[in-house]
């Protein structure tokens, strides 16, 4: 539900306009400024005449891999350096000054980087005028016959034109020109500056074709700035105060009848020169805000709009005044407008009011690439997404023109520095896409219903008359006004009427026969007035009857003229529709293509991964068999060596039991000799025990553990003590400084040998400063051996000096540390010389026997002392 402001008037619906099916793109134009310096680098070239190609400097990368990426764009017509305002007028403007004298609207404007000649391009200097000055010359060379008098079209302050009659604008002139001051005098008598005058050459003049001269003219020009989001008006004179100046009041923008927008309360100055109306614009350049920044000494800090209202009336039926009729009057208007360039305030050096400006210029600027993005998208894509020209005042202004209120044109000013080339990239993709923006075809004016040639119709009247006079002979049918003439000139003079004497009979008859004589002539004149009045009805008649036939005749032909119409029409729509039909098309062929693209890429990314996870497979499997292979050879090592550790396991206990048997024996028989001894009488003591040690019982050898039957005798106890052969130290023992490469990853396996290396640096990582101040290198590496255990390789080398300054290490020598599990009896001896502790009994000697037979050490040295012995560990085992 819509609520309506209470005490507000509703709002109208916008007229219908005659809607035309016809588009047209954009017309973006590239014109590339000259290098400032000779040393400067180019990044921009020409290659034909709608192509150029944007080259990045060195040290800025475009693309993720870091590589320098070439651009190319492409414009409707391309203007190098060596092109001059006259061409670039030829392409740009003049189609638009045309259109503005044939009723049709028009817009043009500038965008470009700040610095990148948009002003030069709009304005021009003296001797080169730029595209406003050469638009005006045209214009007035084109209507300069045909211009109204001053004040006959009269503006109404709400976007409309008023027509007055020559008496009205008569009295308005006396009466403007009575309330100016008189040091100042009107527009039109005021001296032109010198560069005004020479903005542009005879020579490079033009004009319009194909006006409508039953038609009078009228020009009106404004001059607005845009700055900072606000609209200012340059041409309103404003009286100044030197003790307190008043700041410029801002104007705001509203609709008019026809949903049009304008600036409400905007000055329109009527001028009847294109020196006067440039006289008016360079008045309110003055105006214009302007600083001096790092980049442009003369940088625009507002958008200025320069606006040409063209009112045009036709002439009444007689060809001779107005029309007095305010709907017959057609306003057309050209904007050309001078954007604001883009800057960066790193770049500028901005700071407190620049930079506030540069913020607006900026924002401004990016809702105007927002609005033509939309538009692109609605029209390519079907959308119907809201577009906002109200974010921005430009925007905002412009928006009629961007619905299809007239042709739209942009000139894209480009710096080919190398500084700007970041900025210059950003306005090419915006000059790219505002060509795919397409704008509705704006619809001739209607045709007034009177006869055209109403101008010289009477000339045009005379020519045909003379003509038939002639072809009817004669004098008088020839030239009547000529025989009347000769008629008046062949009257008699009067004689004098003075009379002197009563008896004068000579004044009065002279006089009476000069009067017959002059009615004759008279007579003889009304004769010839009413022949040639009669000759011009049969005229008038003949041209009647003619003109009916010819009426007749264009009305059959109009007849044939409208069915044709209606075929071309019809044509038409099925062009268009047909052209619609084509783009929607194209649309889905680039979608499809594009959704192709990407499949193929999605293709080609999942078949690069399936190779490789198919190779990563293969390695897997590879790495698989290869562990299977490796894990069975462990297997069976670790089954062949649990075999001998059984096997071994067995002897053991079997020579433990034999051990344990052959004590129970020596007790036994120990026992029986104490016994023996106690019943003989007079025996004398046993003699005391020996202090010194004796000698330990030797364990049996390998082959004396294996399983055999155990003898009927048993082996005499051993007394010898088993002591362990000495191992020589290892070779990095030596007196040379040693580099211990030890990696973190080393574990400590406890082995019985260890390496002892007193003068060493101690490194995880070898580094050159280590390396020159040492003799000998060694590496600690470990491994996991073919049976299971972790062993240690000890890989010593020489350091050598090179010839290039370095170290390098040779290597030499290999030594192995490795862990092995043996079996012991768990008991130790009381006492390393086989003495009995001070709390055993004098009679146990059989308790060292039990000792010194528990005991049992085994010390299998390595077969191969040299470079690569083995260092085999000792583990102890207690006696279950």
């Known amino acids: 539900m819509i609520r309506q402001a209470k005490g507000k008037t509703p709002r109208r619906p916008p007229p219908k306009k005659p809607s035309s099916n016809q588009k047209d793109p954009v017309g973006v134009y590239c014109r590339v400024r000259p290098l400032g310096g000779e040393d400067e680098e180019c990044c921009i070239e020409v ?119 020559e008496v009205d604008a008569l009295l308005e002139r006396q009466r403007r020109e009575n309330n100016l001051p008189a040091p100042k005098a009107t527009p039109s008598r005021q001296k032109l500056d010198p560069e005004i005058a020479d903005m542009i050459k005879p020579e490079e003049a033009y004009k319009a074709d194909g006006m409508d001269e039953d038609s009078s003219y009228s020009i009106f020009v404004s001059y607005i700035e845009i700055y900072n989001n606000y609209i200012y008006d340059l041409l309103e004179e404003n009286q100044e105060d030197a003790i307190k100046p008043k700041p410029p009041q801002s104007k705001i923008l509203r609709e008019d009848q026809n949903h049009n927008m304008y600036v409400s309360g905007c000055m329109e100055v009527e ?12 008045r309110g350049q003055k105006k214009r805000k302007i600083a001096n920044t790092r980049l442009n000494r003369e940088s625009s800090r507002s958008h200025s709009v320069f606006i040409i209202k063209l009112a045009q009336a036709p002439l009444d039926a007689d060809g001779d005044n107005i029309l007095q009729d305010k709907s017959q009057v057609n306003v057309s208007q050209l904007c050309l407008v001078d954007l604001a360039g883009s800057e960066r305030t790193g770049r500028t050096g901005a700071e407190g009011t620049r930079i506030r400006e540069a913020g607006n210029i900026n924002q401004s600027l990016l809702t105007l690439r927002t609005c033509i993005e939309i538009l692109r998208e609605n029209q390519m894509c079907g959308t119907n997404k809201m577009v906002p020209y109200r974010d921005s005042k430009v925007t905002h202004l412009f928006k009629n023109y961007f619905d299809g209120e007239g042709k739209v044109k942009m000139v894209v000013c480009v710096n080919p520095k190398a500084d700007d080339y970041e900025e210059t990239l950003l306005v090419m993709r915006f000059a790219e896409m505002t060509q795919e923006v397409e704008i509705a075809r704006p619809v001739d004016r209607p045709i007034c219903g009177f006869t055209p040639g109403r101008r010289n119709r009477n000339q045009a009247f005379k020519e045909e008359l003379s003509r038939k006079l002639e072809e009817r002979g004669g004098p008088v049918d020839r030239d009547v006004p000529s025989v009347i003439t000769h008629l008046v000139h062949s009257l008699p003079p009067l004689p004098s009427s003075e009379l002197t004497d009563p008896h004068d009979d000579i004044t009065l008859p002279r006089l009476i026969e000069t009067l017959q004589s002059r009615h004759r002539i008279r007579q003889m004149m009304i004769e010839e007035y009413n022949k040639a009045a009669n000759m011009m009805k049969s005229m008038l008649q003949e041209l009647d009857s003619n003109l009916i036939s010819k009426d007749n005749f264009i009305h059959e032909q109009n007849g044939k003229l409208f069915e044709k119409d209606k075929v071309i029409q019809t044509n038409k729509a099925e062009i268009e529709r047909l052209e619609k039909k084509t783009k929607m098309q194209e649309h889905k062929i680039d979608i499809l293509q594009k959704t192709t693209k990407i499949y193929e890429d999605d293709k080609r990314s999942l078949r690069q991964e399936l190779e490789t996870r198919e190779q990563r497979l293969h390695r897997e499997l590879s790495e698989k068999r290869r562990m299977e292979q490796r894990m069975h050879g462990v297997v069976s090592d670790t089954q062949h060596k649990w075999e001998k550790e059984c096997e071994r396991r067995v002897n053991a206990m079997q020579l433990e039991m034999q051990n344990k048997l052959w004590v129970k024996d020596e007790k036994l028989k ?144 290999i030594e192995t540390l490795k862990q092995e599990l043996t079996t012991v009896s768990s008991r130790k001896r009381k006492s390393s010389e086989g003495t009995p502790a001070s709390g055993d009994r004098t009679d146990g000697a059989w308790t060292d026997v039990e000792t010194r037979c528990s005991v049992a050490v085994e010390m299998r040295a390595g077969s191969n002392m040299g470079p690569g012995f083995e260092h085999h560990g000792i583990t102890k085992r207690r006696k279950p």
């Open 271 to 282: 001028v009847k020169s294109a020196e006067e109306a440039f006289q008016v614009f360079w």
């Open 47 to 165: 290659i034909s005449s709608t192509t150029i190609q944007l080259h990045a400097p060195e040290g800025f990368k475009t693309n993720r891999n870091g590589e320098y990426k070439e651009t190319q764009c492409s414009f409707k017509k391309v203007f190098g350096v060596s092109v001059s305002q006259r061409e670039l007028f030829e392409y740009v403007a003049k189609p638009l000054v045309d259109d503005l004298i044939h009723g049709k609207n028009g817009l043009l404007f500038t965008y470009g980087v700040t610095g990148s000649g948009k002003t030069f391009t709009m304005t021009g200097s003296p001797g080169q005028g730029g595209l406003l000055p050469r638009s005006l010359d045209m214009i007035f060379n084109t209507i300069g016959p045909y211009q109204a008098k001053r004040y006959v079209f009269k503006t109404d302050d709400k976007n409309g034109m008023d027509v007055q009659s």
């Open 670 to 813: 120990q026992l029986k000799a104490i016994v023996t001894e106690s019943k003989t009488p007079g025996r004398p003591d046993p003699p005391p025990r020996q202090t010194q040690p004796q000698p330990q019982p030797q364990r049996p050898s390998r082959e004396e553990r294996l399983p055999a039957k155990r003898s009927a005798s048993p082996s005499p106890v051993p007394t010898a003590t088993p002591v362990r052969p000495l191992h020589r130290r290892s070779r990095s023992a030596g007196g040379e400084k040693w580099v211990d490469h030890k990696p973190a990853s080393s574990l400590d396996l406890g082995t019985v040998l260890q390496p002892v290396i007193p003068n060493a640096i101690q490194v995880s990582a070898p580094s050159e400063k280590a390396l020159s101040k040492c003799d000998r290198y060694v590496l600690t590496h470990q491994e996991v051996a073919s049976d299971g255990e972790i062993q240690t390789k000890l890989i010593k080398g020489e350091v050598i000096k090179t010839r290039g300054g370095g170290q390098a290490v040779q290597f030499t020598d």
